[in-house]
């Protein structure tokens, strides 16, 4: 079986078959360069690596939601490999949404359709930049959709009792640190853009939001594990530098860390 799945949550994999006790073999086909003889091969869908699907059997695609945003190389190669295999599942962790453009791709990876193409032109139309559903494919569509997908909203509905093992009692605390008052959201007319207006006013506005930060980033974390997400890059920078001048452990990720980074990230963290 081949399993495909982020870099990120290849070690969560791992990590989970050993919690279980699952004793079939697991191979990195990153580090075997894409060969395994039995059980399951494991790899990232962001690896470019050749695999050869001769006697594979089944597919399995985590975080599948990557078949409507990836880039037309990464879903074609997606759906190659798929068309080669008999069993196919795709799991996504985002239902919503769940437009057609989701359901076209899912229909191509699992074989249902044989292009996107055909799946629009069997339910939908286009009204200007929308596809609308035609009204006497309403219930062939949905007929159609329950033949090969489904919701799991609970894991008790896979035979999980209790949802989740019962020696596990998430605590998850959310402590809000008031941060700049009225963020861009009052400006007045002007010929000044808003992106020229941050410009102006964003270095001000950060010395003090830094220095509140500073005094609150102890009482905000308070030795939990914590995330905070930032929307501009000054933001992360200055926040950074004043978590670490605080003493915290603290890592950051920007766009310019590279996947393998996240991954050691993610798991320290």
């Not at 035979?159 to 998430?170: A, L």
Request: hydrophobic share 35%; glycine share 8%; net charge neutral.
């Amino acid at each position: 079986v081949l399993f495909v799945c982020p870099l990120s949550v290849m070690q969560e994999f791992y990590n989970d078959a050993e919690f279980f006790g699952i004793d079939t073999p697991v191979t990195n086909l990153r580090e075997s360069n894409g060969l395994w003889e039995e059980g399951i091969g494991i790899i990232n869908t962001e690896s470019n690596l050749e695999i050869d699907t001769r006697g594979v059997i089944g597919i399995a695609l985590d975080e599948s939601s990557i078949l409507k945003n990836a880039d037309g190389k990464t879903k074609k190669r997606l759906v190659g490999l798929a068309g080669r295999i008999e069993c196919r599942l795709a799991c996504s962790a985002t239902p919503a949404p769940n437009d057609q453009s989701d359901y076209a791709s899912h229909a191509t990876f699992l074989g249902y359709d044989d292009t996107e193409k055909s799946f629009y032109s069997r339910f939908f139309r286009k009204n200007g930049n929308d596809w609308l559903i035609k009204p006497h494919a309403v219930i062939p569509f949905y007929k159609y959709l329950s033949t090969w997908g489904c919701y799991i909203h609970d894991p008790e509905k896979l035979g999980f009792k209790h949802g989740r093992s019962e020696d596990e009692d998430p605590n998850i605390i959310f402590n809000k640190v008031r941060g700049g008052e009225g963020l861009f959201n009052t400006l007045i007319q002007t010929s000044i853009s808003a992106s020229e207006m941050r410009r102006v006013i964003e270095p001000y506005r950060m010395r003090k939001d830094t220095d509140r930060f500073k005094s609150n980033i102890k009482l905000a974390c308070n030795g939990k594990k914590t995330v905070l997400w930032c929307n501009r890059n000054e933001e992360e920078s200055n926040y950074y530098k004043a978590i670490k001048y605080e003493g915290v452990n603290v890592a950051l990720v920007t766009g310019k860390t590279t996947v393998e980074q996240r991954n050691q990230i993610v798991q320290d963290f």
